[in-house]
């Protein structure tokens, strides 16, 4: 598979260096087409020309089809396009109006990168959506396309599910280049391969550590799953370093959230608090006796990252441990928070503390020092510092999961969420307080799109933050997919069983 896909990866490279002479409809096409095939990652440098040729014929006088694309590729590559350009296609009431199926589709991806005050935006989406609704069933070739796009627009989409469910449309599709076809189909195989192999090593490293550390009778078992998550923010095969690490810190975090929400008591989750700040073997001693092998192993596994991150030259290795004592810190404030029966007064206040531990800053943070030189010693200190991009991330985790999971947590009567916190703040029922959160989680998207058009920090990082963010989007879609996991085993299968033919 490797051998063929070498050969089409330089055939497709001419042809995108060839790209100059195609009009711009087709370069805008052939972006759009490799990227939801999942093979643009190949391509990073080629297609950053294109894009760069997009952006000088951006004041081209275009239709509202090629304008659609134009706008939805040029933000979501992080280049500064006004809503302005919509405006020339306003009818005599100031309405937006198409009823080609093809239109309306680019026009609603297009939207969804909106930013506060687009007001062009904002009724483009109203005005797609519901007509998209409306025409869906009635929709053929296109209506798988349509029906996912309803579900999850296309900038938040995982970019592996996206590979895997468009490789099967366009393959339907009549005008589809063959050699591209095959390309993604065993780009997608290999992937799949990789990530099996990445399981096999991560399985026997949770096994070992379940077992020593003893905590199944608490914890939840989920290696596949949290792979996946961290899959969803680092897919390329040259990242696999990263997706490894990441899921044996996280799984360590997951154990940790487990232990504080359901297991441990107050004082003595301080006290493993306390042990883990001193990161010292001899602190195992003030740990209670059950968790002093789960002490151990926390201390042995960051410890061996830490020296196969300095085996790399990585110069921040001695970041990890911080992070992760950070995580337990965070945990340890809710079960606070949970124990004087504290009610936050606005949903804003509650953010402050639980925001945190939703861990976004901790996965991004320990993502750029999974990536080597590609990070700086200042873009992980400014990741740190949860700004604007980085907390709208947090938010969009820390809502999608409380809006999945209130009931849950409130039978086991953990702390608040923010879903009583809203209702109590507005006066509404948990309903329309689902319903306010929601319009946060879009608000938080919006400051995710603003913030990768201004952010100078390299398209490289900003993309793993918009990354964990679709991630989030899609674990708590419709459940909490963490946790109830066999709602998301047919997405799994699909990504780690089922060969594309």
Known sequence: MKDKVKIMKEEVKKMLLDADSFDLSDNLDCIDTLERLGLDYHYTKEIDKLMCNVFEARDQDLDLLTTSYLFYLLRKHGYHISSDVFLKFRDDKGNIVTDESKC?????????LRVKGEEVLDNI?????????????DLEPQMKEVKYALETPLFRRLKRVQASQYISIYEKNTTHNNMLLEFSKLDFNILLTLYCEELKDLTLWWKE???????????????????????????EPQYSYSRKMLTQLFMIVSVLDDLYDNHCT????????????????????QCPTYLRTLYINVLTTVKAIEEGLNLQNNKHAKLVKGLIIDMAKCYNAETEWRDKKYVPATVDEHLKISARSSACMHIVSLGFISMGDVATSEAIEWASTYPKIILAVCVIG????DIMSYKREEASKNMVSTVQTCAKEYGTTIEQAIEKLRELIEEAWMDITEEGMRQPQPKALLERVANLASTMDF?????????????????????????IN
């Open 104 to 112: 309306l589709l680019r026009m609603y991806e297009a939207a969804h």
């Open 125 to 137: 989406l109203i005005f797609t959506k519901s007509q998209l609704q409306y025409i869906v069933d």
């Open 209 to 235: 550590f379940q077992t020593q550390a003893n905590t199944s009778i608490y914890a939840r078992d989920r290696t596949v799953e949290m792979h996946f998550w961290m899959m969803g923010v680092f897919f």
């Open 266 to 285: 107050t004082e003595e989750g301080n006290v493993f608090a306390a042990a883990l700040q001193r990161w010292d073997e001899e602190a195992v001693e």
């Open 398 to 401: 820390r809502l999608a999961n």
């Open 475 to 499: 674990v708590y879609k419709d459940v909490d997919g963490y946790t109830d996991s066999r709602s998301i085993k047919g997405i799994l299968d699909s990504l780690y069983v089922d060969l």
